[in-house]
């Protein structure tokens, strides 16, 4: 079915009217919270719902900008600071978008930076049996490699506790030669 375009006018039944209100008026705070985070806009918005309610939306808050406009102040937000008193919901609400806004960056970023994915990765679904023959053949050897590396690594860590137990140098070595006579 998807989105239909619809004429603009008022909507006649309430319950209509009032759920396009709801979800019109969390577009209009998306798109301010976006406006003031990508463009560092400072953004009051005041609206009343049909059951007469009122509704704000402020970056850095309502309270601030009202203020400055009344005073006729300019600048930015330090010319006239008043406390940020925004409900929970509002706060939550904006660090949601800023959230899915970086998500979206991010994932943007791993989609353009392909180069950097390793081969392990990659999906195996459109792979050919032969293709996950090899596949397989490299994890083990990446698995033996591992395996080998961890070796290495104990090896040395137990060559330096015992050195450091006898408060030796791990690189010192003896030479018998030197001990001819004994």
């Given at each position: 079915?998807?989105?239909?375009?619809?004429?603009i006018?008022?909507?006649e039944?309430?319950?209509?009217?009032?759920?396009?209100?709801s979800k019109?008026r969390?577009?209009?705070?998306?798109?301010a919270s976006?406006?003031?985070?990508l463009?560092?806009?400072?953004?009051?918005i005041?609206?009343?719902?049909?059951?007469?309610k009122?509704?704000?939306?402020?970056?850095?808050?309502v309270?601030?900008?009202?203020h400055?406009?009344?005073?006729?102040g300019?600048?930015g937000?330090a010319s006239?600071?008043?406390?940020?008193r925004e409900?929970?919901?509002?706060?939550?609400?904006?660090?949601v978008?800023?959230?899915?806004i970086?998500?979206r960056s991010?994932?943007q970023?791993?989609?353009?930076?392909?180069?950097?994915r390793?081969?392990?990765d990659?999906?195996m679904e459109g792979?050919?049996?032969?293709?996950?023959?090899e596949?397989a053949?490299?994890?083990?050897?990446?698995?033996?490699?591992?395996?080998?590396?961890?070796?290495?690594m104990e090896?040395?860590?137990?060559?330096?506790?015992s050195?450091?137990?006898?408060?030796?140098?791990?690189?010192?070595?003896?030479?018998?030669?030197?001990?001819?006579?004994?």
């Open positions: 079915m998807g989105r239909r375009k619809i004429e006018k008022k909507i039944k309430k319950s209509s009217l009032q759920v396009t209100f019109r969390t577009g209009l705070f998306r798109k976006e406006l003031s985070v463009c560092g806009a400072e953004i009051a005041l609206v009343q719902s049909p059951a007469n009122i509704y704000s939306y402020g970056h850095p808050s309270e601030t900008l009202f400055r406009y009344q005073t006729g300019g600048g937000a006239s600071i008043i406390p940020y409900d929970g919901r509002s706060k939550y609400d904006e660090a978008k800023k959230l899915e970086v998500k991010m994932k970023e791993s989609n353009s930076s392909s180069n950097t390793f081969w392990w990659e999906p792979m050919e049996l032969y293709e996950l023959e596949y053949e490299a994890m083990e050897a990446l698995k033996d490699n591992v395996l080998r590396r961890v070796d290495e090896k040395q860590k137990s060559i330096a506790a050195a450091s137990m006898w408060d030796l140098d791990p690189t010192f070595q003896i030479n018998y030669q030197d001990f001819d006579g004994f």
